[in-house]
């Protein structure tokens, strides 16, 4: 029995993402999202100065919290918690950092600080 409802919530969860992930579908419209952008990627901090043209993230969303896992050794920026400022732009709230994330079906673009950390990303899907 245990395992007729696992692969039953693993069908629902792979429905979900693939819904999520769809190209037409804008982070901005939705609660729940994922899906990879490409392009230039960086990051900056005390011991790293990282710089990819051809890099990516992947971008997952629940709810107000946005979690972007990088490729090139660039360290995850998760737990970022945003509220909408316009159709496309979104801006940080509380105290889990500061900077602009702009991110739509086809871009995102990222300037974002935390902990003496920065995360750039500008980025096609």
């Keep these: ?3 007729i409802l ?3 919530g693993a069908v629902l969860l792979a ?3 693939f819904v999520a992930c769809s190209k037409d579908k804008d982070p901005a419209d939705t609660d729940i999202f994922a899906g990879t952008f490409k392009g230039k990627i960086g990051y900056l901090d005390a011991e790293k100065n990282i710089s990819q043209d051809n890099g990516s993230v992947f971008v997952t969303k629940i709810g ?3 979690d972007f896992r990088f490729s090139d050794g660039i360290p995850d920026l998760t737990g970022v918690e945003f ?3 316009d159709d496309n732009t979104m801006i ?3 105290s889990s950092g500061t900077g602009l994330i702009t991110i739509n079906k086809d871009k995102l673009v990222i300037g974002f600080t935390r902990d003496k950390k920065t ?3 500008d980025c096609n899907r």
């Design 92 to 94: 940080s709230i509380g």
């Design 119 to 121: 995360w750039t990303a």
């Design 83 to 85: 509220e909408k400022k």
């Design 64 to 66: 107000t919290r946005y």
């Design 6 to 8: 696992s692969i039953i």
């Design 15 to 17: 429905t979900v993402l």
């Design 1 to 3: 029995m245990k395992s």
